[in-house]
């Protein structure tokens, strides 16, 4: 806390340290204090606040259940359902998922086409891939 | 007035419950016209936009969230500034030397002419404010709201709250200083 910042605090917040800043207070008091030129510029914030303090608070003129029974006999708005949440399914996928699920898919149908394949054993092979078959000793294959 | 109570009886209005409403009408009907008086310095206009402020808080009370950010009292004061702030744009604007009526809170004390006319002049000081730097005062000097909740009322950072106060102050030490030189009035 210096003059500077004590000063900010009285042009904004008024000569009544309740009113000012709670974390600031203490080390503005602290000032205050010792300080002599801190303590005219409290003096010189006084009369601002003594003249806002003259205006009356005012207790209000309605009943408070009375005002409360008439208005809560109208209807209350229910709660708006915002289009783009209504529109919204329940459960939502990540971004993430389309790209997983076609990887899942991709798995299953792999996994169902090996399952289902009518065998690996080599003459099944070769009906499958004559060419393979006539490779005899060659080493590699041509590509 | 303490927050969490605040939340019970709104969602409780939400549901319907028109005693919890009653009560958070009777907690809060002081400060809102406390506010609006201040804000618009018209009792009867004042009445006006409490009523209709509450009438909002009931009707909408189903759509209060608890976890919805503002608390409750805060919210309150930022639609009585809102309804304040709307209804003074549509009549613009009460001159100075039409000083804003501010009724005495004590009818029948033997106050003196100087002190009526120095409340009316107090009264037109602030009406000469602009909207926001006279709802920050009255918010945060009259009504002992913490920077954070003027903030939340007014929709603004908890920074530009002082800003605005010592902007509010230093025009109302403008406007009064004849009357601060004149009465020397200390507190």
């Not at chain 1, 309740?18 to 030129?37: G, I, V």
């Not at chain 1, 708006?80 to 209504?86: K, Q």
């Not at chain 1, 299953?108 to 090996?114: E, K, N, P, T």
């Not at chain 2, 709250?161 to 004849?178: H, M, P, T």
Request: glycine residues 6%; negative net charge; proline residues 7%.
């Amino acid at each position: 806390m210096n003059l500077k910042r004590l000063e900010q605090i009285l042009a904004a917040y008024g000569a009544k340290p309740e009113r000012w800043p709670e974390a600031e207070r203490p080390a503005a008091l602290a000032l205050l204090a010792q300080d002599a030129r801190a303590q005219q510029l409290l003096r010189e914030a006084r009369p601002l606040d003594g003249l806002l303090d003259s205006l009356p608070a005012q207790a209000p003129h309605l009943d408070a259940s009375s005002l409360a029974a008439r208005l809560s006999e109208r209807p209350q708005e229910p709660i708006p359902l915002r289009p783009s949440v209504a529109a919204r399914p329940r459960w939502r996928i990540p971004l993430i998922m389309p790209n997983l699920i076609g990887l899942a898919a991709a798995a299953v149908a792999g996994f169902w086409i090996g399952w289902t394949n009518p065998g690996t054993d080599g003459s099944k092979v070769t009906e499958l891939v004559p060419y393979i078959a006539d490779l005899g000793d060659e080493e590699s294959l041509p590509w | 007035m303490d927050p969490a109570e605040d939340e019970e009886l709104m969602l409780a209005s939400g549901r319907g419950d028109r005693a919890a409403f009653a009560e958070l009408v009777r907690r809060h009907l002081g400060r809102s016209n406390a506010i609006a008086v201040r804000m618009l310095g018209s009792a009867a206009e004042a009445e006006e936009v409490v009523q209709e402020a509450l009438l909002r808080v009931w009707q909408k009370a189903p759509s209060w969230r608890k976890d919805g950010g503002a608390r409750v009292s805060t919210w309150m004061a930022r639609v009585i500034v809102n309804l304040c702030i709307d209804r003074r744009r549509r009549a613009r604007s009460v001159p100075l030397e039409e000083a804003p009526e501010m009724p005495d809170p004590t009818p029948g004390a033997d106050e003196t002419l100087a002190m009526d006319e120095r409340r009316q002049r107090v009264a037109a000081a602030l009406a000469e404010l602009p909207d926001r730097q006279r709802a920050a005062v009255v918010l945060s000097y009259y009504e002992g709201l913490s920077n954070a909740e003027v903030a939340g009322a007014l929709e603004i950072s908890v920074g530009a709250v002082e800003s605005l106060l010592v902007r509010a102050r230093r025009s109302l030490a403008g406007l009064l200083a004849d009357l601060a030189r004149t009465e020397g009035v200390v507190t």
